[in-house]
């Protein structure tokens, strides 16, 4: 059992240096992308100082049932799940289980070949590994039965470059890491993060994969997928709802969480504050410092975590979502749609529409 710790509490924009004009603009131009269509609908969080200054929902969580977004929805975070695999994996390098150095194949067999034996645990978070591909086919399902058999699969093909040479972004890669953390704690990967970092973050509204048990109230909160095939110009198509079985019949490690914006807020308030959360750590700030800064290599990307600027990292996913960390100015933000590329260009916006709300 952990404490309760709410870390955050309303407040005014103005006590906290931001503009309460800017704020409210930046929800009225949210819902005229919904009537314009360029999303289905968007959960907005801000908060600075721990304070939220900004928490609003507009547009349709499932717009053909007519069910409203709500503050609470819950969405397909998708690669949002990468910065808590990522932090999965450091956290077993501070326990002294691994090393960012160590080769894969030490610890996947699969691995162990001529062209993938040199792949190394830092390069497959950097994304430098050479790995590409998907494990998952275009309409969102896979012939793979399990995370491990998908990634020794990986293993056996190899990279379709040299590792350690150039910055390819990955989610076999990512999916590799997870098979890395079941292997290496003796657990799955989604047991690993669920309970050594969901739970002690106290983030309720949030799981991996769409298994929910019957009757689990969480299930009618997840928002519906919506695509198109006309970039901006087409009309958006429902591609899965919360009445249907999850698309992958194991954790897609690559992006297979499941949160509100409230409880992703929750991680990204323990990122920010040197990985502490109430009483629990989770992280060294030194390695949080490793993880957020960009690799050589990579030069916009960390440890499994996209680096925008200095001191601003975060990740976005392919469903719609973005997070950020501003750690000059104690800001943290999430634009959450359920809209996926390509169509849905309206995150960077949205961000540039908090920055300009700072004040001070």
């Known amino acids: 059992m952990y404490n309760c710790y709410e870390p955050f509490s309303p407040a005014s924009p103005e006590s906290v240096g931001m503009s309460p004009p800017f704020l409210r603009h930046a929800i009225e131009t949210a819902r005229v992308w919904v009537d314009e269509g360029r999303i289905v609908g968007a959960v907005m969080l801000v908060i600075r100082r721990n304070k939220i200054v900004l928490h609003e929902a507009v547009g349709w969580s499932d717009g053909e049932r007519l069910l409203p977004m709500k503050n609470d929805t819950i969405f397909m975070m998708r690669s949002m799940t990468k910065p808590l695999l990522g932090t999965a994996i450091l956290m077993l390098k501070e326990e ?69 040479t150039r910055y390819e972004y990955s989610d076999p890669g990512s999916s590799t890491l997870g098979a890395i953390a079941a292997e290496v704690s003796g657990i799955p990967a989604e047991e690993f993060i669920r309970t050594r970092i969901l739970e002690p973050l106290q983030m309720g509204d949030s799981f991996l994969d769409f298994k929910l048990q019957p009757g689990d109230p969480r299930a009618g909160r997840v928002a519906a997928s919506y695509c198109r095939e006309n970039g901006e110009s087409g009309r958006w198509t429902k591609s899965w709802d919360n009445t249907q079985p999850d698309e992958v019949p194991f954790f897609r490690a690559s992006g297979g969480l499941f949160a509100s914006a409230m409880d992703y807020a929750k991680f990204l308030s323990c990122i920010l504050h040197g990985g502490r959360f109430g009483d629990r750590l989770l992280l060294s700030e030194e390695t949080i410092r490793l993880a957020t800064s960009p690799d050589l290599v990579s030069k916009e990307y960390g440890l499994h975590w996209k680096v925008y600027g200095d001191n601003v990292f975060g990740h976005g996913g392919d469903q719609g979502t973005l997070s950020w960390v501003d750690k000059a100015h104690d800001l943290i933000g999430l634009y959450l749609t359920q809209s996926q590329r390509p169509g849905n260009t309206t995150r960077p916006e949205f961000k540039k529409l908090v920055d300009n709300a700072i004040v001070k």
């Not at 591909?133 to 491990?148: A, C, F, N, P």
Request: aromatic residues 4%.
């Open 96 to 164: 002294g289980r691994l090393t960012l150095e160590d080769r894969v194949s030490e610890n996947l067999p699969a691995f162990d070949n001529e062209r993938s034996r040199d792949i190394t645990i830092y390069q497959l978070l950097t994304h430098t590994s050479g790995i590409t591909g998907s494990i998952v086919e275009d309409i969102e399902t896979t012939r793979y039965s399990s995370l491990r058999e998908a990634v020794d699969d990986v293993g056996r093909k190899g990279p379709e470059h040299p590792p350690g």
